[in-house]
C-alpha cells in the first residue's frame, strides 16, 4: 500500500514560499470596505447564520457507501467539507471533522447544524486514504484524526501539514505531504490503484495567531481506472480552474466549495455564482456543493449559499447535486436529489 510519488509537469502556477510562509500567486482582488467595519459587520450586523431547529442528516448506510465492488463511484456527505468517498474499489475520506464544534474556543459555540454527524468512527470500515485540504479547524480536527489513525492507510497532506499530524502522534510512516502539482499513487485494500494530484488552492492556513500561513493550502483530483473525481478545498475563484481542468479533466464529479464567503474577504471564499463558472472550466459532469449546511463561518443566511448556487445551476445548464447529510450517491446510477433544505427556511 506504499505510495509512490512523481511530479507533473512544471510550467503551471505554484504557491510562493518566502521567509518560512506560504503565499498566493495570484493578484489580490479589491477588498470592498476597510477591516475594521468588516469585522464590526461579522460580530453583530449578521443574517440568520443559523437554522431555528437542527437540520436532518440520514444515518449512514456503510454498505451503501463502501459496496463490494471495484468500478463504481460512490458519495456521501457527510456536512461541511467532510465526505467519504469510493472510487474504483479505493476507500476515502476527505477533510475529516467528526466534532459538534469547530471553534478554537467552545465559548464561542462554532456549533454543528446537525444533532449529530450522520456516522460515528467506530462505524467506518477500514480506510485506504485520508485527504487533508489545509489546517483550520473546520477541515483538520485533532481528536478526528487520532481516532481516525489505526484504522487508515495514509494521510495525504499538503507541505507543512504534516508535522501537525507528527505533533499529535501520529506515525511518519502514514503521512505523506505534497505541492501543487505532485502526484502519487496509493493502492487500497481492495488492490485497486488510485492516482491523485494534489491542486492548486487560493485560501491561507493557521490554527492560531503563530503560524499564519507556515502550511500551504490545496485542492485535490482523484484518478481511478474508470472515474475522475475533483475536490476544490477552500479558495477563492481563480484561473487555477482551467487550469486543473486541462491538465486532469474531464470530471465525473466536482466537488466545489459553496459558503463562508463574504465581499470583506474575496480572496479566501468563492462566490456561489464563480463556483458554478469554476464547474464549467473544469469540464464536470456532476457539480456537488460543499462547505456549507453544518457550521457557520460567516456572515451571510446559513440557506444562501444554496440557494445562490442552484439558481446559477439551472441559469447555466449544470448538473447540480444536493445529497441530504448522510445521503450516498451512486454517480453511475443518474442520481437524483431534491432541495430538502427549503422547508428550513424561514418565512419572511
Known sequence: MLPENQTADSGRVEPIFKNGKFANPFPSKPVKMNPWKAMKIHLGEKGITRPSQPLPADSVDIEKAFPDEQTGLYITWLGHSTFLMQIDGVRILIDPVFSNDVSPVPLLGVKRFQKKIPVSLDELPFIDAVFISHNHRDHLEMQTIMELAPNVGFFFVPLGV??????????????????????????????????????????????????????????????????????????????????????????????????????????????????????TELNGKYMLPVHWGSFNLSIHDWWEPIERASKAAQEKGVNLLTPRIGQTLSIDENPQTSPWWKSFIPLK
Not at 494530484?197 to 500551504?216: E, V
Not at 487555477?240 to 474531464?250: D, L, M, N, R, T
Not at 466537488?255 to 465581499?263: H, P, R, V
Request: glycine content about 10%.
Open 162 to 279: 504534516a508535522d501537525i499530524l507528527r505533533g499529535w502522534g501520529i506515525d511518519s510512516a502514514q503521512i505523506r505531504e505534497y505541492n501543487w502539482w505532485q502526484e502519487g499513487f496509493v493502492k487500497g485494500l481492495s488492490e485497486q490503484t488510485l492516482k491523485f494530484a494534489c491542486t492548486p488552492a487560493r485560501h491561507f492556513s493557521g490554527r492560531s495567531l503563530t503560524d499564519w500561513n507556515k502550511t500551504l493550502w490545496a485542492s485535490w483530483v482523484f484518478i481511478g481506472p474508470k472515474h475522475r473525481v475533483f475536490y476544490s478545498g477552500d479558495t477563492s475563484y481563480e484561473f487555477h480552474f482551467k487550469q486543473i481542468g486541462h491538465h486532469y479533466g474531464p470530471f465525473d464529479l466536482a466537488l466545489i466549495e459553496n459558503g463562508q464567503y463574504s465581499i470583506h474577504w474575496p480572496d479566501s471564499h468563492i462566490m456561489p455564482e464563480d463556483g458554478v463558472k469554476a464547474f
